[in-house]
C-alpha cells in the first residue's frame, strides 16, 4: 500500500474517531445537560407545588376566618332579635297589666261612688270581673317576669282591694311602671 493510501486511511480513521469521540462528548453533554434541565424542572415543580400547597392553606385558614366572622354576626343578631322579641312580648305583657288595673280601678271607684243606690250590685259585679281580668293579666306578667316586676306587679294588684287605701295604687302604679321600663331598658 501506498503511503498516500495509508495515510488518507488513517486521516480518515483519526476523522471517524474524532467524530465518535466528539459526538460521545457531545452525547454526554447533553445527557449532563437533560439531567440539569430535569433537575431544575423538578425543583422549579416542587416550588410551584409547595406554593401552591401554601396558597391553598391560606385560602383555607382565610375561608375559615370568614365563616367564623359571618356565624358570629349570625349568632349576634339572631341573640338581639330574640331580646328585640323578647321585650315586645314583656311590653305588652306590662301595657295589658296597666290597661286592666285602670279598668279595675275605675270599677272599684263606680262601685263605692254607688254603695246605697240601686246600681251596688252591678257595679261590684264589674269590679269582680275587672279583677279577675287584673288576675290573668297578672299571671302573664308572672310568667314573662322579671321578677322584680312580678312583684311590683303584685303590690298593685292588692292597691285595687277593697281595703286598700287610695292613695295606694298611684303609688304602686309608679312602682310598677319604674320595674317595667327598668325590665324593658335594653343592657
Not at 500500500?1 to 488518507?8: I, N, R, S
Not at 457531545?26 to 431544575?40: E, N, P, T, V
Not at 415543580?45 to 409547595?50: G, L, P, S, Y
Amino acid at each position: 500500500m501506498d503511503e498516500a493510501v495509508m495515510t488518507a486511511l488513517i486521516a480518515a480513521g483519526a476523522a471517524i474517531g474524532g467524530g465518535v469521540l466528539t459526538g460521545a462528548l457531545a452525547l454526554a453533554a447533553a445527557k449532563r445537560q437533560a439531567a440539569a434541565a430535569w433537575a431544575a424542572g423538578e425543583r422549579q415543580a416542587a416550588a410551584a407545588w409547595e406554593a401552591g400547597r401554601q396558597q391553598a392553606a391560606a385560602a383555607w385558614d382565610a375561608g375559615q376566618l370568614q365563616a367564623t366572622a359571618q356565624l358570629d354576626v349570625a349568632r349576634r343578631t339572631l341573640t338581639e332579635q330574640t331580646l328585640a322579641d323578647q321585650r315586645a312580648v314583656r311590653r305588652a305583657a306590662y301595657v295589658t297589666y296597666l290597661s286592666r288595673t285602670d279598668s279595675a280601678q275605675q270599677a272599684l271607684s263606680a262601685w263605692q261612688g254607688a254603695i246605697g243606690t240601686a246600681d251596688e250590685a252591678p257595679r261590684r259585679r264589674e269590679y269582680d270581673l275587672a279583677m279577675g281580668a287584673v288576675g290573668e293579666a297578672l299571671n302573664v306578667v308572672r310568667l314573662e317576669g322579671p321578677a322584680a316586676v312580678a312583684a311590683a306587679g303584685e303590690t298593685l294588684r292588692s292597691s285595687l282591694s277593697i281595703a286598700a287605701p287610695g292613695t295606694q295604687h298611684s303609688v304602686s302604679q309608679a312602682d310598677f311602671l319604674d320595674a317595667a321600663r327598668a325590665a324593658l331598658t335594653p343592657v
